[in-house]
């Protein structure tokens, strides 16, 4: 079985609503792990383009609401892992915005078994007919209208996906797990990481972990 680590990120805005990704984040984001970046838009400067390129040169972009001065990016694109079709977009031509029904219809046009999506800087996961869907949130917390109520605010955030997917010299260890003729394959295991202030006002990191597994749903 192989693997490759993706980073999900978007929604940054830097510098117009913050001044860069997080310190504490910028400690995790080393260069050598991560095989893949996918930003889901609104990268907005060049300063930022450079860092994560620094990171992972394999990165994947679309077009955000806010990206004006990148018109040719496309607003959705589709990678490969494995068995794993990943689709990602930054959300702002879903109809209405983070609509669950609206997204899975999203997800079958795009034939697709994830959907990564943005625009509500707020994080999300969840499974809806056998298909898993991810919103990584804003690395930066950046501001946004229409999502929050009066005390409450974006809270600082990424994801990493770590894609475990079979190749062709799996093949004896593929037919050994078909269940009712599926094969009970190709696993995303994705990490949330959130940047929380505690009463003290000091940063912490926290991690979650949620497990997806091709044919198999959701385990977290």
Known sequence: MSSRLVLVLGDLFIPDRASDIP??????????????????????????????????????IVKGDFDVEAPNLALSKVVTHGSLRIGFTH????????????????????????????GTHRFDAYELEGKFFVNPGSATGAMST????????????????????????????VASLMVDGQVQGDVLVLYVYQLRTDSNGVENVGVEKISFRKNGGLAS
């Not at 031509?93 to 079958?108: F, Y």
């Open 91 to 118: 959300g702002h031509s879903i109809i209405p915005p983070g609509d669950s029904d609206s997204l899975l219809i999203a997800a079958r046009q795009m034939d697709v078994d994830v959907l990564l999506w943005g």
């Open 146 to 173: 229409g999502w929050w109520g009066e005390d409450e605010g974006p809270t600082p955030s990424f994801c990493l996906m770590d894609v475990r997917f079979f190749n062709a010299s799996d093949r004896n260890l």
């Open 23 to 60: 310190a504490k984040f910028k400690k995790l984001l080393t260069p050598g792990k991560i095989g893949q970046i996918l930003c889901l838009g609104n990268l907005t400067d060049k300063e930022t383009y450079d860092f994560l390129r620094s990171i992972a040169p394999d990165l994947q």
